[in-house]
């Protein structure tokens, strides 16, 4: 195999950066939704901070909320009303409906099929 020119390196990092940004837009819903099923019921903002640990990726402080108003009004989550600790502020919490967790199933299914693994 022979070395990249500077311009062919520059070409595959352009290739690869438009990917991951697709890529992240495109995953978003399945990793707020695991998060939902693993820590449910969860807030926005514990949401958005283990979406962040979880993939290393920052993501602007409306687009959770984006993706899971959009989930919640689709029947995908359930959204509980909830006070914080401490402060009596009143906040959403979100758990996976049981459409929501087929839903998770089958866009898991359509992921990764398991038995095709290496």
Known sequence: ???????????????????????????????????????????????????EQHTGWTITERGPYRTLKRLSSSDLLAVTPASVPGTGAKRKD???TPAGQLYLERITEHLIQRENLP
Request: charged fraction near 20%.
């Open 1 to 51: 195999m022979s070395a990249l020119g500077s311009a062919e390196r520059e070409w595959v990092e352009e290739l690869a950066a438009s990917w991951a940004e697709v890529y992240k837009k495109s995953v978003t819903t399945l990793v707020l939704l695991r998060i939902v099923k693993t820590h449910g019921p969860i807030s926005a903002s514990d949401i958005q901070l283990k979406f």
């Open 94 to 96: 979100f758990t996976l």
